[in-house]
C-alpha cells in the first residue's frame, strides 16, 4: 500500500471529542488521528482523562460533542456491542477476564461472533455443532499458541500469573478480529521483564496481524521503546500530539509529569 | 427402617421439583442479576396449561408438556421484554425485584378470573405405577422415580449446554463480567431473554410433576413452591447450577423428614430456619464462591 493513500484517510479519526459529567467537563476537544498499523500512545497525569477517552471510542460513555471515524465510518454513538463489531477491541486497566473460565474459553468467547450454528444444532449434537466447536476450538488454540499460552489451555483464567493474564486478556481482544486494538496501561503492575515481554507481545501482533494500536501506558520506557506518535493529555485537553521523541522531550510535558 | 427409606425418597423427589425451579432463578440472578419472584408463578401456568391440554381437550400428556413449555417459554420472555428490560436498562434493580412481585399477583389474579378459585384436581401425567420392593413393602410411586430422573437430565443437559455450547459460554460470560461481555461483542440481552427461555420452559416441567405429585391446582400452586425454591437456590449458592440442584435435593428431604419425625406444622418454619442459619454461617450458600473484596 503506498504512502499517500494510507495518509489520507486515517483508521481511526476523532475530532472536538468532548464529555461533561456534571460541571466536569473530562475531556474537551479532544481530536485524533491514527494512521493504519500505527501504535499510538496516549499519555498524561492520572485523572487527565485517557480512561474516559477509551470509554468514549468503545461506547460505554456517550461523547457530548465529536465525531469518531473508524476506517471512514461514523461510530460515534454507536452501542458497545457494534463498536466490537465496527472493529473496535480492547483491554482493561484492572484485568477483566471471565475469571472462572477456562483459559481457552475466554479466547472462545472473543470468536462468538465469527462462528455460527443454530440452538437446535447445540441441542440435538448436530454435525454442524460438532464442526463448529471444533473450528473455534482450533482457532482459539493458534491464537493461545501466537501469546504463547498454549500450555495454560484449560487452567481457569483467575489461575494464571498476571503477566499471562494480560496477554490473555489481548488474546481475547484480538480474537474479535478488530481493525484498531486500545490497550490500557497494559504494562501496570508489571516487573521489568514482564514489560519487557509485553513489548515483545505487542511487537508480535503488529507483525502477524497488521494490527493498529493505541494505548495508554504510565510506564514511559515502554511508550519510548515503542510507539511512534503520543499525545499527551492534560486535565482533559491536548498538552502536546506527535512524534514520540520530540513531545517527551518538550517542557512543558515534563511539567506535567514532574511539576515545576 | 425401610419406613425411614421410603421418606427419603420422597424427600428426594420434592427436592428434585425444588431444584428444577431453583434453576430458574439461579440462572436467571447469574445472568441478569436480579430475582425474578414471579418464577413461582410460571410453574402455575404450566400446570394450567397442561391441565387444559390434556383433561380440557384431552391432549396426550407428553404433548401437553411440550405445549405448556411453549406457552412458559412466551410468558416468560414476554415478561422480561416487557416489565423487566426497561427498568433494568434505567439501572435500578430494586424496581426490577418490586415489579417482580407485582408480575407474580398479576399472574395469580389472571389465573383466578380465568379459572376461578376452585381447586382443579389434576391426572398424573405419569401413568406407571412404580416399582414394589423388598416384598411389598417399599413401594416407589412412578411419578416419584420420573421425577428423579427428569431433573437429572435436566441438570446434565443444562450443565452441558453451559459449558459446551457458544450460547452457553456467553451466558458464563456475562455472568462474570457483563461489561467485559459486551465489549467482546456479545450481545447482553439477547443472552439474558434465552435465559429467560430456558428458566420458564423448566418451570413448566416443574408445574407438571408438581401437580402430578400433589394433584391439586389452585392459581396460588406455584407461590410457595416458588419461596422454597429460591430457599434452595440460596441454600446451593444462589448463582451455581449444581448448586441449585443441592439445595433443592437437601431442602425436600429435610422438608419430608421434619414433617415426618418433627411436626407436619412445623416443617415450613423449619425450612425457612435453616435458610436463616445459612445465611448466618455461610452466606454464599454450599457451593457459592466467596466474594473477595478487594482493598
Redesign the interface.
Known amino acids: 500500500m503506498s504512502q499517500e493513500t494510507t495518509e489520507k484517510k486515517p483508521l481511526l479519526d476523532v475530532s472536538n471529542l468532548s464529555i461533561t459529567f456534571g460541571g466536569l467537563r473530562a475531556v474537551d476537544g479532544f481530536q485524533l488521528q491514527i494512521q493504519k498499523g500505527e501504535l499510538y500512545g496516549l499519555i498524561g497525569p492520572n485523572g487527565a482523562g485517557k480512561t474516559t477517552i477509551f470509554n468514549m471510542l ?1 461506547g ?1 460513555y456517550k461523547p457530548n460533542e465529536g465525531v469518531i471515524l473508524l476506517d471512514g465510518q461514523d461510530i460515534t454513538g454507536h452501542k ?2 457494534e ?3 465496527d472493529g473496535i ?2 483491554t ?1 486497566q484492572n484485568i ?6 477456562p483459559v481457552i ?1 475466554n479466547v ?3 470468536l ?2 465469527q ?3 443454530s ?1 437446535a444444532a ?2 440435538f449434537h448436530l454435525g454442524s ?1 460438532r464442526k ?2 471444533k473450528e ?1 476450538d482450533d482457532a482459539a488454540m493458534e491464537f493461545l499458541k501466537i501469546f504463547d499460552l498454549e500450555k495454560f489451555r484449560d487452567y481457569k483464567a483467575a489461575n494464571l500469573p498476571y503477566g499471562q493474564q494480560r496477554k490473555l486478556e489481548i488474546a ?2 484480538m480474537a ?1 478480529k478488530p481493525k484498531l486494538l486500545l490497550l490500557d496501561e497494559p504494562a501496570a503492575g508489571m516487573n521489568p521483564n514482564e514489560t519487557k515481554e509485553l513489548m515483545d507481545t505487542i511487537e508480535l501482533i503488529r507483525e502477524k496481524f497488521g494490527i493498529t494500536i493505541l494505548l495508554i501506558e504510565h510506564d514511559m520506557k515502554l511508550v519510548s521503546g515503542i510507539c511512534e506518535k503520543v499525545t499527551v493529555l492534560n486535565f482533559g485537553r491536548i498538552l502536546r500530539q506527535g512524534i514520540t521523541k520530540e513531545v517527551l522531550r518538550d517542557p512543558e510535558v515534563v511539567k506535567a509529569y514532574i511539576g515545576e | 427402617m425401610l419406613s425411614f427409606l421410603n421418606y427419603l425418597i420422597s424427600g428426594i423427589s420434592l427436592g428434585s421439583i425444588y431444584a428444577i425451579i431453583a434453576l430458574g432463578y439461579t440462572m436467571v440472578y447469574g445472568i441478569a442479576k436480579m430475582l425474578n419472584f414471579a418464577h413461582g408463578d410460571f410453574i402455575m401456568v404450566g400446570g394450567y396449561a397442561i391441565f387444559t391440554c390434556m383433561i380440557t381437550l384431552g391432549m396426550n400428556p407428553f404433548v401437553s408438556i411440550l405445549i405448556a413449555m411453549g406457552v412458559c417459554l412466551l410468558i416468560g420472555v414476554g415478561t422480561e421484554k416487557i416489565a423487566y428490560k426497561p427498568l433494568r436498562e434505567a439501572g435500578s434493580p430494586l424496581a426490577v425485584l418490586i415489579t417482580a412481585i407485582g408480575v407474580s399477583y398479576l399472574l395469580e389474579n389472571l389465573a383466578l378470573l380465568i379459572f376461578g378459585s376452585n381447586p382443579k384436581s389434576f391426572t398424573s401425567v405419569v401413568s406407571w405405577s412404580g416399582l414394589t420392593l423388598a416384598g411389598g413393602q417399599l413401594r416407589i410411586q412412578g411419578v416419584t422415580i420420573v421425577t428423579i430422573v427428569v431433573s437429572l437430565a435436566v441438570l446434565l443437559v443444562l450443565q452441558w449446554f453451559v459449558h459446551g455450547t457458544r450460547e452457553g459460554q456467553a451466558m458464563l460470560a456475562v455472568s462474570q463480567d457483563r461489561g467485559a461481555a459486551t465489549l467482546m461483542g456479545i450481545n447482553v440481552n439477547h443472552t439474558i431473554t434465552l435465559t429467560f427461555a430456558i428458566g420458564s420452559a423448566l418451570a413448566a416441567v416443574a408445574g407438571a410433576l408438581l401437580c402430578s405429585a400433589y394433584p391439586t391446582l389452585t392459581p396460588y400452586t406455584g407461590a410457595m413452591p416458588g419461596i422454597k425454591a429460591f430457599v434452595a437456590a440460596v441454600l446451593g449458592g444462589i448463582g451455581s447450577i449444581p448448586g441449585a440442584m443441592i439445595g433443592g435435593i437437601v431442602l425436600g428431604v429435610i422438608e419430608i423428614l421434619a414433617r415426618t419425625y418433627i411436626s407436619s406444622q412445623l416443617s415450613d418454619a423449619i425450612v425457612f430456619g435453616i435458610l436463616v442459619v445459612v445465611l448466618l454461617v455461610k452466606p454464599t450458600g454450599i457451593l457459592g464462591k466467596n466474594i473477595q473484596e478487594k482493598v
Do not use: C, P
Request: no cysteine; glycine share 2%; proline share 0%.
Open positions: 468503545t460505554v458497545t456491542v463498536i466490537n463489531r477491541a480492547r482493561f477483566r477476564l471471565f475469571q472462572d473460565m474459553d472462545k468467547v472473543g462468538q461472533n462462528y455460527h450454528y440452538i447445540s441441542i455443532y463448529v466447536e473455534m481475547r481482544a474479535t
